[in-house]
């Protein structure tokens, strides 16, 4: 396994569009989080998965946000009725134990809303 | 709630010089510390992990030292590169909840050669 994956890379958007992002952790990690970065600012929290339960959403994702890890596997974000304000790098980690091991990152998404 | 500040923002050095860069936290009640270099528009890459009963974590040319009685950690770099410009950020895990990690903004490195 080569670490955590993410996709698309980049993506451009037309706000009030639809768009989902997928990511695929490292396949013996049982825990997903995905964060969010703004330009300057370090990742905030978005939400956590342990296996295919979403345990944990932050403040941050509204009601336009949803997660989910079908058969704890892959995990897919989806934001609707795209704003600019949602213009930022979407990171996803994954780990075996959180609070014990490390987390790894994969390498983000883009997302431009125009 | 956790608090996390890395002082400065950015630093710029001359190739061969050592860096230091700092990390502080407002709750030492944490379970660890990692330390991640960050490349423009890139993901996070971890470099160290650090554990709440360690002093001091060592890889290469990399060290990284924990006080957690006065909530500080600093990332020392020896002999510097220009392949070390980066973003480097610290994070904590929060104790509030499933280890979600909280964020310092970052010290943005430029290592001139």
């Known amino acids: 396994d080569t670490g955590v994956s993410q996709d698309p890379r980049h993506k451009i958007t037309k706000r009030g569009q639809n768009v989902t992002f997928r990511c695929d952790p490292i396949s013996e990690h049982n825990r997903l989080y995905w964060y969010r970065q703004t330009l300057g600012q370090g990742p905030e929290f978005l939400t956590y998965?342990?296996?295919?339960?979403?345990?944990?959403k932050s403040r941050l994702l509204s009601d336009r946000f949803s997660a989910e890890r079908p058969k704890g596997s892959f995990s897919t974000l989806e934001i609707q009725r795209t704003e600019q304000g949602d213009s930022a790098m979407y990171l996803c980690?994954?780990?075996?134990?959180?609070?014990?091991?490390?987390?790894?990152f994969g390498p983000g998404t883009r997302l431009t809303v125009t | 709630k956790q608090e996390v500040t890395q002082i400065p923002a950015a630093l710029s050095v001359p190739e061969g010089e050592n860096l230091v860069l700092n990390c502080s936290f407002t709750d030492s009640a944490i379970y660890n510390l990692q330390w991640f270099r960050q490349d423009p528009g890139k993901g996070l890459t971890s470099l160290l992990l650090?554990?709440?009963?360690?002093r001091e974590q060592t890889s290469g040319r990399l060290n990284a030292s924990l006080d957690k009685s006065s909530g500080r950690s600093t990332l020392y770099i020896a002999a510097s590169q220009p392949g070390d410009s980066a973003t480097y950020l610290c994070?904590?895990?929060?104790?509030?909840?499933?280890?979600?990690?909280?964020f310092g903004a970052g010290t943005q490195v430029v290592v001139t050669p």
């Open positions: 994070a904590v895990p929060t104790t509030d909840s499933w280890g979600k990690l909280q």
């Open positions: 650090i554990q709440s009963s360690q």
């Open positions: 980690a994954s780990s075996l134990l959180a609070g014990v091991y490390e987390q790894y």
């Open positions: 998965f342990q296996n295919e339960a979403q345990l944990e």
